[in-house]
């Protein structure tokens, strides 16, 4: 199959303004101008729409949190250490906020659990074909989810339950991870530890840690609990960015931004908003850019917007771009997969009718390993 004459966007650079990709048995093929489309009898001429790759939503809890449930499967309360959890175990496959997802553009997802712990359990990604998550899985997991700031104090502190100060969550959080040290470095002599077994990928540097951290602080110290261990970190949400360029471009692997929607509701949150993105992809940070879709928080719909109001302030369109696409794949350990146009590639290609990050934009093709899901 095949997919002609329209305005053909790689994300890895490359632009045809008259171009096709053809697919099969689920991975591209071909791409290139039009031109040189091969004869194939199941052609989809799209007369001058927008190809690009299907969108990745870095960071969400679409699936683990249904909408309209008023879930808290993905947070725990009873236990701040918890990365035996994993997202794999909670996807409702049923969710509205997938199909609302892939009729989006949006067809892959990071997803798992919430913020309420200090480590919160293992991050996945899954594509939005609206099937069991181990059998639409990219990879899992893909990271570690931890949380620092108000989250966790919030949720423990309230039962007198350490943490109640950031501290606190630091010398927890020390402690865990010396454990799981000491359980990596033991190998074949170390008896059996749920949690610690759940931490070796972590430790081995297989997986990164993802820390919801807004504040300056907290952000600091994630970089510097990492340093310490010789973890990989990527801070998740970043809402004063701004202040520690420097910082995260030489400290960390990247920065997930948003939800940014948000008028200022705490401290946390008071310097988030849409002109930081163009500020950390001008400093070099790989960024991408995420909705954090959860019930009461927002839809994973707001992805393309998101990236759109960045871009109107001051982020380049196509760089806008690349933060819902390649680099929230490259984030997530997944852009050998997914995230730009590729020979090789996962087939997950979505069509609209305008400028993906226009307002109007529509999402009339989108397709999921070379499969037509609208």
């Keep these: 199959m095949q997919i002609v004459h329209g305005t053909l966007l790689t994300c890895e650079g490359e632009r045809f303004d008259d171009g096709f990709v053809a697919f099969a048995e689920g991975k591209i093929t071909a791409y290139g101008d039009a031109r040189n489309a091969p004869a194939d009898p199941e052609t989809i001429d799209v007369g001058g729409a927008w190809i690009v790759p299907g969108f990745v939503e870095p960071h969400c809890h679409t699936g683990v949190g249904p909408e309209g449930f008023m879930s808290s499967e993905y947070s725990e309360t009873l236990d701040p250490m918890t990365p035996e959890h994993s997202g794999l175990d909670a996807v409702y496959p049923l969710d509205p906020a997938i199909a609302k997802a892939r009729n989006a553009g949006i067809t892959t997802v990071i997803a798992g659990p919430g913020s309420t712990s200090l480590i919160d359990g293992q991050l996945i990604a899954y594509k939005t074909t609206g099937e069991d998550a ?223 990050l226009e307002f109007d934009a529509r999402a009339t093709h989108v397709f999921i390993d070379g499969r037509r899901v609208k």
């Design 134 to 356: 181990r059998k639409s899985a990219v990879k899992a997991p893909i990271a570690m989810k931890f949380a620092l700031g108000d989250a966790p104090k919030s949720a423990f502190g309230q039962h007198g339950r350490a943490p109640v100060t950031r501290m606190s969550e630091a010398a927890l959080l020390r402690d865990m991870l010396r454990r799981a040290r000491e359980y990596c470095d033991r190998g074949d002599a170390r008896v059996y530890d749920k949690k610690l077994e759940a931490l070796l990928p972590l430790m081995r540097r297989e997986i990164p840690m993802h820390v919801h951290a807004s504040r300056v602080d907290d952000i600091l110290t994630a970089l510097s609990l990492a340093e310490e261990f010789g973890l990989r970190c990527i801070i998740v949400h970043c809402n004063d960015a701004q202040y520690i360029l420097d910082d995260l471009y030489e400290r960390a692997e990247g920065v997930i931004l948003g939800p940014m929607y948000f008028t200022c509701r705490d401290w946390e949150s008071m310097h988030g908003g849409f002109k930081n993105p163009a500020q950390t992809v001008g400093r070099g940070i790989l960024t991408a850019i995420c909705t954090d879709s959860c019930p009461m928080l927002g839809s994973v719909t707001l992805l393309a917007p998101s990236a759109a109001l960045a871009a109107r302030e001051g982020l380049d369109d196509i760089e806008a771009l690349k933060c819902i696409t390649i680099n929230a794949a490259k984030l997530a350990g997944i852009d050998e997969r997914v995230g730009s146009i590729r020979v090789g590639k996962d087939a997950d290609i979505a069509v609209f009718d305008k400028f993906p």
